[in-house]
């Protein structure tokens, strides 16, 4: 295969991929006070040289009352652009498209880290900071579990100030240089929370009936897209099904909505209403598990998707896209796992014989290795060989 679709570039409105490989948005759980550290730039900077199309920070936070843990990225502050904007600067040289996701945790906010318990905070934990400004809110004042605690429901008139807050983070990320934005709209955080009847429980505008329940992630998309340049793609993150009460079909009508709003990729995830994750249950255990909602969207709602899910193999990417299932794939666990993932996928697909995806410190040296004399053994197997 010498033109394999998982390494042609991609056009966004005037933003232009070298190739189809996303980095999934991942927390990382590593700010301090918000603030980028070393960490961020040197996560996001592995995919970059690694030969990633497009490289996607986590979900950082529209305000204060977002944040899921003392740990969350934010952009509820322009002193936050500064911290963003070297990771951008970086991802930019070595031949990436910087994207950031922009998210807010609702009722699943004020809580320890994942490896910590995602046990609730209290105001005494040594790495908390503006404890009265970290308010737990939600569309309802419903748990997210009978583990958690009861968030207050927001009030009619607060609402519209919220959905300010996602076009002002929006405008921030603008500045900081980043090209391609995504709203987390999917995982039970506060858009999800507002979609799902099973924490939507409102008997305004803004509850009820399918459309009540969509008007705060059309709002959001709305009041971003007018503070996100034209020129530059946004995409947003669903949860295509719940399994409370949220479901593919729904899915679909939202993203035909969403496309009249300026979105122009549906990222297909899945999850995070429940207490269980979806990664523990049966459906999870198949590859690819998630494309068959990216598939749908694409077909029936005539937007470009992102497939998301237990990708994790080359030849799976490319069949997924040569099936006209998704236009983009992005991967998560497999990028920590490993971070050369899209070189190693370019090798094996016949893209790149040249190491020419990756920069020269790399390509260099593995280019002259790949042409050198292994008697008898193909140049695609010489990786790894002890006598090297």
Partial sequence: MTSPMLFSPLTLRSVTLKNRVVVAPMHQYAAHEGFATDWH???????????????????????????????????????????????????????????????????????????????????????????????????????????????????????????????EAAARADRAGFEVLEIHAAHGYLIHQFLSPASNRRNDDYG??????????????????????AEKPLFMRLSCEDDAGWGPEQSVALARELSTKG???????????????????????????????????????????????HIVHADQAEAILQAGQADLIALARELLYSPNWAMDAAQKLGADPDFALVPPNYGFWLGKRARSPFEGVPSTYRRGLLTE
């Fill in 41 to 167: 730039l040197v996560n996001a900077g592995r995919f970059a040289v690694g030969g990633c199309g497009l490289v996607m920070m986590e979900s950082t936070k529209v305000e204060r009352r977002g944040c899921g843990t003392v740990g969350d990225l934010g952009l509820w502050r322009d002193e936050f652009v500064p911290g963003l904007a070297r990771c951008v600067a970086f991802i930019k040289t070595h031949g990436a498209v910087p994207a950031i996701q922009l998210g807010h945790s609702g009722r699943k906010a004020r809580l320890t880290r994942p490896w910590e318990g995602q046990q609730p905070l209290t105001r005494d934990h040594p790495e908390m900071f503006d404890w009265d400004g970290w308010e737990l809110v939600a569309p309802s004042a419903l748990a997210h579990s009978d583990k958690l605690p009861t968030p207050r429901a927001f009030r009619r008139d607060e609402i519209p100030t919220v959905v300010q807050h996602w076009g």
């Fill in 263 to 309: 979105v122009d990729v549906i990222d297909c995830s899945s999850g995070g209403m429940q207490e269980r994750s979806p990664m523990e249950g049966a459906r999870a255990s198949k590859y690819g598990y998630q494309v068959p909602y990216a598939e749908k969207i694409r077909a029936e709602a005539g937007m470009p998707t992102m497939a998301v899910g």
């Fill in 208 to 229: 009820g009936s399918l459309s009540g329940r969509m008007r705060f992630a059309l709002e959001v998309a709305e009041c971003v897209r007018a503070n996100w340049p």
